[in-house]
């Protein structure tokens, strides 16, 4: 019976730490869509934070033509708790992405410091004015990082049929596949390299309710029935 009741508990601490969601491997996978259409590419994006979950991943879907600039606003556009920081280098050069921001505790707040405008997710910045590295979230829940000068947002692309590759192109000019994947990756000290693997934003960070009660329940059982079995043995 105790080797029982210490089986069940190792498979309910399995169970307690399968409750992090999974890494998305296939468009398929993709939680949340913006768009409408017959198309569909990935957009990922990751700060690489020091710790904890910092890579996400949302999807397109589109109809005709679309650039990587179409996406990345769509997405910051419709509500997904994901915000950018862009900069305007002007006609046949397009949008640097400066910084990009994510309400990654979902409470419907966000904010960065020193304070920036979101309109419909963006924020428009220029090199000399309104760009700052080393911006943060106003919220330690959020993700939010920003650079220019002493660390980047890399930008790196991986089409079907190929691994993730430094994107030759900006993202006003980058025209979407069906089927491609962009990823947006934090340079620190301009040390560049792909997005690690990508979970959903939906996903679930810390074991369910149900997943806590149930492990807390099979320890006390555990513990009860080894004292016993040490009273009935000293008895």
Request: aromatic share 14%.
């Amino acid at each position: 019976m105790f080797r029982q009741l210490v089986l069940c508990l190792g498979v309910l601490l399995g169970l307690a730490g399968s409750a992090q969601a999974g890494f998305v491997t296939s468009l398929d996978d993709v939680d949340v869509w913006v768009g409408t259409g017959s198309n569909r590419a990935a957009f990922v994006v990751d700060w690489k934070t020091a710790s904890g979950t910092s890579s996400f991943i949302w999807g397109y879907r589109w109809d005709g033509t679309a650039t990587a600039e179409d996406m990345l606003r769509a997405i910051t556009g419709s509500n997904t708790g994901l915000y950018a920081n862009l900069g305007d280098f002007g006609t046949g050069l397009g949008f640097a992405l400066f910084g990009i921001g994510f309400d990654a505790n979902h409470n419907g707040m966000f904010g960065v410091s020193p304070t920036l405008t979101f309109t419909n997710g963006i924020a428009s910045a220029d090199r000399d004015g309104g760009l700052a590295d080393g911006r943060s979230p106003t919220d330690p829940g959020d993700l939010y990082r920003e650079g220019w000068w002493t660390g980047y947002w890399s930008y790196w692309v991986k089409d079907p049929g190929n691994d993730w590759g430094y994107s030759g192109t900006g993202m006003s000019g980058r025209i979407l596949k069906d089927g491609s994947w962009d990823g947006w990756s934090f340079a620190d000290g301009f040390d560049a390299s792909p997005p690690s693997p990508a979970s959903n934003p939906t996903a679930v960070s810390t074991p369910e309710p149900s997943s806590w009660v149930l492990l807390v329940t099979g320890a006390g059982t555990l513990v009860i029935y080894a004292r016993r079995q040490r009273v009935v043995a000293l008895a």
